[in-house]
């Protein structure tokens, strides 16, 4: 399967706890994306990397929360401290980015679905 | 303040009709449009994009139209089936398809009856 995978796809933790998320892309996609959705919303913009750069963090990320791409591959979102209302699903998904020439779209994943207890 | 909205939260349809739903927008010029489809549990499914000079596109039994002055898309899905029965998303970028992050709307939950 060459499409976007994401692990793990269920977690259940308690508040205050530090949970890690962990997405790889399709192999040939510069650009990383996270989103999150709450039940009854569309995905919510949360950050986003060319290769290993982060170039853009939506207001919702709190301090609390960091993500990363060391080697420009597989992408990591950690929370820490998770609260109640970090309960959501976590998508991620890649593209092309600059070398589609504006002809391509994102690919998601099945995303990662956190409940905070 | 910047807003997208999809005509309603919930659409039922009879199978064979043509169903119609409709992404408003305001305060945005965007470049491109987008429509995905998402199922329950699953992330979102690309299914069509138009440009902001586009007027319409079509994909088999698809079909999207959008009118930047009316601030408006519409997305169609002719003969429809119980297999359409899904999510269906309202997507706008800005920049470079697939270069910029995507502003969604909160869906329209599609039934087809049988």
């Known amino acids: 399967d060459t499409g976007v995978s994401q692990n793990p796809r269920h977690k259940i933790t308690k508040r205050g706890q530090n949970v890690t998320f962990r997405c790889d892309p399709i192999s040939e996609h510069n650009r990383l994306y996270w989103y999150r959705q709450t039940l009854g919303q569309g995905p919510e913009f949360l950050t986003y990397f060319q290769n290993e750069a982060q170039l853009e963090k939506s207001r919702l990320l709190s301090d609390r929360f960091s993500a990363e791409r060391p080697k420009g591959s597989f992408s990591t979102l950690e929370i820490q401290r998770t609260e109640q209302g970090d309960s959501a699903m976590y998508l991620c998904?890649?593209?092309?980015?600059?070398?589609?020439?504006?002809?391509?779209?994102?690919?998601f994943g099945p995303g990662t679905r956190l409940l905070v207890l | 303040s910047q807003k997208i909205e999809q005509n309603s939260e919930a659409l039922n349809i009879q199978e064979g009709k043509t169903a119609t739903l409709t992404c408003n927008y305001t305060n945005y010029s965007p470049a491109y449009l987008q429509w995905y489809r998402q199922d329950p549990g699953r992330g979102p499914v690309f299914l069509l994009l138009?440009?902001?000079?586009?007027k319409e596109k079509r994909k088999e039994r698809l079909k999207v139209t959008f009118d930047t002055t009316l601030k408006q898309s519409l997305f169609h899905i002719t003969a429809s089936q119980p297999a359409d029965s899904a999510t269906y998303l309202c997507a706008l970028e800005f920049g470079e398809s697939g270069n910029t992050p995507l502003v969604f709307g909160k869906g329209t939950r599609l039934s087809v009856i049988a």
């Open positions: 138009i440009r902001e000079n586009e």
């Open positions: 998904a890649s593209s092309l980015g600059l070398l589609a020439g504006g002809k391509e779209t994102q690919y």
